[in-house]
């Protein structure tokens, strides 16, 4: 079976701008969650989309949004990009109701 | 609320040493509770999981025993080798909502041969 994916690997966008990062999930998972893990953090949960719905929102502001399509793969979207938002971006995918996750290798976003 | 806290690093062993990393929770129910291992460059990759009061998790010669009455999960290694080398998340599954994990700081582990 093939695991989550994410792409780009890496990405360097200026402040101001806007960012699509893409997310591939694990066969048979229907739920995917988006976290965001800065230098030295552990990862913050950003929000989880379940057959297409958001199903769940951390703290984070409405210019973090994201999709999830009908294969379930999903994008995270991030506007007005700043400082702060440099982190490494990871998806994670999962079957409803069960307890195993399973992580992309994350996409490394640095904003200059 | 939810939350997780472990021991901060880095922890630096010799091959064969002992490990225990300490992660203590607060949950307003009752979470199962994780560790995942990150390698340099990699994602997340989930270590051994419990999901209720005296389970015990283990994998790869590391255990962790889910504490309700201490309210922790501490990971364990009787002999650590230079492959360990990596940083540990403890993390807990909040049911109560989108199932979302909380998730540590992590704790770099080193180990020296």
């Known amino acids: 079976e093939t695991g989550v994916t994410q792409s780009p690997t890496h990405l360097i966008k200026t402040r101001g701008q806007q960012v699509t990062l893409r997310c591939s999930s694990q066969s048979g998972h229907n739920t995917v969650s988006w976290y965001q893990q800065a230098l030295g953090q552990g990862p913050q949960f950003i929000f989880q989309?379940?057959?297409?719905?958001?199903?769940g929102r951390g703290n984070f502001p409405p210019r973090f949004s994201g999709l999830q399509f009908p294969n379930y793969s999903s994008e995270l979207n991030v506007n007005a990009l700043e400082l702060d938002d440099s982190a490494l971006y990871l998806c994670?995918?999962?079957?409803?109701?069960?307890?195993?996750?399973?992580f992309g290798s994350g996409t490394r976003l640095t904003v200059v | 609320g939810n939350s997780v806290t472990q021991m901060e690093g880095p922890v630096t062993l010799s091959e064969e040493a002992f490990l225990t990393i300490n992660c203590t929770y607060t949950a307003t129910g009752y979470p199962s509770l994780f560790w995942y291992v990150q390698y340099p460059g990699e994602g997340l990759q989930l270590l051994l999981k419990a999901t209720k009061a005296d389970d015990k998790g283990s994998n790869k010669g590391f255990e962790a025993t889910y504490r309700k009455e201490t309210t922790s999960f501490h990971l364990e290694k009787g002999s650590v080798q230079v492959s360990d080398s990596a940083v540990y998340f403890c993390a807990l599954l909040d049911q109560t909502g989108a199932n979302n994990l909380f998730f540590g700081t992590g704790t770099r582990l080193t180990v020296i041969p």
């Open positions: 994670a995918s999962s079957g409803r109701g069960l307890y195993g996750y399973t």
């Open positions: 989309y379940y057959r297409e719905e958001e199903n």
